[in-house]
């Protein structure tokens, strides 16, 4: 089988919730992307063989296929198809695995795939009645920006806690304590900061039309232990997780270019040298990462004493540390070298295209070597992509 190579990646910078991209609609964001990172290489669009792009909430702007309505929006010919895939978290990094996938396979030459979220824009939803209208009683409005909603009863009730919870209990069973959630927290935002300052994403950032942003909007490379430490904890009165140290809600959008040996017309980047899938049970979903990125190195003929570069996104703060006790050979200095999600931001669809470009931008500035894309999802799954260069 032929090979899958990273042409080309960008992104938006990533919008707080009711920020500078909170007026921005999700397939807009999505066209923003697909059609920056076309031009860049100088690729027809013409060439794409299909649009695969993440997106974990689907419920509002985003509800009719967004990877195809991102296609038209960025001026592509109706030929060139589109499918939107949800593995919640994961659904940017599930789109670049299916990509490669079908490069592989011999099924296409060239894959767009990538990811958007508008948290901000996400509906509140009203489930309709069983019976004809009107209903009898009352009716819950759930928010889809992020979380469980309308649950199957028939679900274990200890595997539906919150994302929160869920980093609370990894805490505990870890032994992560508060002070080094914090710490994890605030070298996050001074790396983040300090590789913006730097330029390290300069050559991956394109604006949306009409905004500006000079960075990710979510970064605080001035706050402090202290300012850490003030925050109230936020899902158990003895608790350790607080908004400080867990990655926020967002809005972006993120575009990788796949293709095979020679397909596009511009240096890669970098080759998927493996992929890993793994699951577990919903309420540590935070560690499955651990498992996948295991599986995609073993695929690559890779151990971790071959990796240079490892972005592992940042749900929690407790969730990462935990991840990084269970990879007792994986040195945590390498680990989201300039910043991770807690300063940076996570809109759920997005973050999956954004490790993966970074890394391997990342791989290009240093001249070569192995990297590490990992993600947790939601309801007990991770992913794992292995570049090389």
């Known amino acids: ?92 990094v599930e789109a670049v695995i299916q990509g490669s996938r079908a490069i592989e396979a011999g099924d296409a030459d060239i894959i767009l795939a990538g990811g958007v979220e508008s948290m901000s824009r996400a509906p509140f939803v009203v489930q309709k009645a069983a019976k004809s209208w009107p209903s009898t009683g009352n009716q819950t409005l759930w928010n889809t920006s992020i979380g469980w909603r309308m649950v199957n009863p028939a679900l ?43 330029g390290f994403y300069e050559n991956e950032i394109v604006q949306v039309d009409g905004i500006e942003l000079p960075r990710d909007e979510g970064i605080r490379d001035d706050t402090t232990l202290s300012k850490l430490s ?71 003929g890779r151990t971790w004493a071959d990796v240079d570069v490892v972005e592992l996104n940042e749900a929690f703060a407790s969730q990462s540390l935990a991840c990084l006790k269970l990879w007792p050979d994986l040195n945590p200095e390498i680990v989201n070298v300039h910043g991770g999600a807690i300063a940076i931001g996570h809109p759920l669809g997005a973050s999956g295209g954004r490790i993966i470009g970074h890394a391997a931008h990342e791989l290009r500035r240093r001249g070569g070597g192995v990297a590490v894309a990992a993600i947790c999802i939601g309801v007990g799954q991770g992913l794992a992509v292995v570049l090389e260069r």
């Open 156 to 198: 274990r009730s200890d595997w539906t806690i919150s994302n929160g919870e869920s980093a609370e209990k990894l805490a505990s069973i870890h032994g992560i304590s508060r002070d080094a959630q914090d710490e994890f927290a605030l070298r996050s935002h001074r790396l983040a900061g300090a590789a913006w300052s730097a």
């Open 1 to 92: 089988m032929t090979a899958t190579y990273v042409y080309d990646a960008v992104r938006t910078p990533f919008g707080r919730a009711g920020g500078a991209l909170a007026s921005v609609r999700p397939d807009d964001m999505a066209a923003t992307v697909m059609k920056a990172v076309v031009e860049r290489v100088g690729l027809d669009p013409a060439r794409i063989d299909d649009v695969v792009f993440g997106d974990a909430n689907q419920a509002g702007e985003d509800n009719r296929d967004v990877a195809r309505f991102g296609a038209l929006l960025a001026g592509f010919p109706t030929s060139v198809p589109g499918v939107t895939v949800n593995r919640l978290c994961g659904s940017a």
């Open 230 to 300: 003030g925050l109230r904890v936020l899902f158990a009165h003895d608790g350790t997780v607080t908004a400080g140290n867990s990655s926020s809600i967002n809005d972006g959008a993120s575009a990788v270019l796949l293709g095979r040996e020679g397909a596009v017309d511009a240096e890669p980047l970098a080759r998927i040298a493996g992929r890993g899938v793994f699951g577990n049970d919903p309420d540590v979903f935070g560690v499955a990462p651990v498992e996948a990125a295991n599986r995609a190195l073993a695929r690559a």
